[in-house]
Structure formats: structure tokens, C-alpha cells
Nanobody, 128 residues
């Protein structure tokens, strides 16, 4: 089991940048595929990005491709999401999640039900 704690959220103007972190407990962080999801006001939770255990494979939602970068540091048990060129529609609670299943097809890794552990979320608000 792994416990996840997100941080780094806040208020930023459109066009600005923000970096989120997700600290994981335990010594097995490197064994988990990790993902970022978000839930905007009045919206369903949606996939943002995923990264394989080694970090060699990454996948992004079309809405954030080219603007967001997911990375991980297995030595520090930490997942990151660097966000740039932020838009008001990026406003949401951002969650990190860990999946026990191996890295597999993109459609599978982008489904929230494929993830087993979740953080509590961190609020990101982008003002226009």
C-alpha cells in the first residue's frame, strides 16, 4: 500500500506556470505506474497524464499535451507535474494516483478505475 500527498496548488494567472508534487510513502513507489487526474467544478474527474515505473514512458491528455510535463524521482518517492501556459479551463482539483498494474495500453492507463491509491488532491485555480 502507498499513501500519496499532493502539494503545490494555488492561484495563478492565465499564461502562468505551476508545479505540483506528489509525495509517496513506503519503499515501493518505484513499482507503481503513476498518474495525474483532475476534477473541475461541475465536471467529472478526467485524466491528465501518466508515467511508467521507470519514467521512460509518458502519456498526456490532448488538452494538456505540450503544456504539462509529468516526471518522477524514484529515489525521492515523488511524482511531479509541471504545468505551463495555464488556462482558466485548467482550474480543478488535481489528484495523483498509483496503479499496481503494469504499464499497458494508453486507453487503460487513462481510466481512473485502473488506479488503486489516490491522494487527497490539491486545488489549482487559473484566473483570466
Amino acid at each position: 500500500q502507498v499513501q500519496l500527498v499532493e502539494s503545490g496548488g494555488g492561484l495563478v494567472q492565465a499564461g502562468g506556470s505551476l508545479s505540483l508534487s506528489c509525495a509517496a510513502s513506503g519503499r515501493t513507489f518505484r513499482m507503481y505506474v503513476m498518474g495525474w487526474f483532475r476534477q473541475g467544478p461541475g465536471k467529472e474527474r478526467e485524466f491528465v497524464a501518466a508515467i511508467s515505473t521507470s519514467g521512460a514512458s509518458r502519456y498526456y491528455a490532448d488538452s494538456v499535451k505540450g503544456r504539462f510535463t509529468v516526471s518522477r524521482d524514484n529515489a525521492k518517492n515523488t511524482l511531479y507535474l509541471q504545468m505551463s501556459s495555464l488556462k482558466p479551463e485548467d482550474t480543478a482539483i488535481y489528484y495523483c494516483a498509483a496503479a499496481i498494474q503494469p504499464w499497458t495500453t494508453v486507453p487503460v492507463m487513462s481510466r481512473d478505475r485502473g488506479y488503486d491509491f489516490w491522494g487527497q488532491g490539491t486545488q489549482v485555480t487559473v484566473s483570466s
